[in-house]
């Protein structure tokens, strides 16, 4: 079995899978540390994220740093119109146990929805978990509205 991670995002409050959503996959460094805030910086770069291509993975081979460095920014993406991205965020020689961080920005797509609470609560979710198998799956969901949230390890 080659491991992959995925995700996909659910906007409760309409009941549809939420589109266009942007998401940052962060590194953080080997399973078990602390990790570091990321840099505000690299949220920006988010309005202009587009689905991951299907060659994504290729890319992330050389992209990922070294166990114990900083947290990096592995990718942006956007969700598509099945609240999925197009490829998995991480799969074959790219999943590496280590610490993660997920970064969903909510508060624009609530906005671009026009709903009326967006940007009074919610912005950006970030999880954080770990992958301690390389050759697991690890599916990440959220389920959102503009006032709440939940996420489990889905299969």
Known sequence: ????????????????????????????GPAGTTAAPAPAAASEALASAAPAPAAASEALASAAPAPGSEPHL?????????GR????????????PGRYRLVFTVGQYFAEQKHPDAGVFL??????????????????????SPWAYSTYRGS
């Open 85 to 96: 991205t197009d490829a998995p965020l991480l799969s074959g020689a790219d999943m590496r």
């Open 123 to 144: 912005d950006k979710i970030p999880i954080e978990f770990q992958m301690a198998d390389a050759e697991a799956g690890y599916h990440v969901p959220l389920l959102v």
């Open 1 to 28: 079995m080659s491991g992959k991670l995925s995700t996909h995002v659910l906007d409760i409050a309409s009941g549809h899978p939420a589109a266009g959503v942007a998401i940052e996959l962060w590194y953080l």
């Open 74 to 82: 592995l990718l942006t993406v956007r969700t598509n119109s099945d």
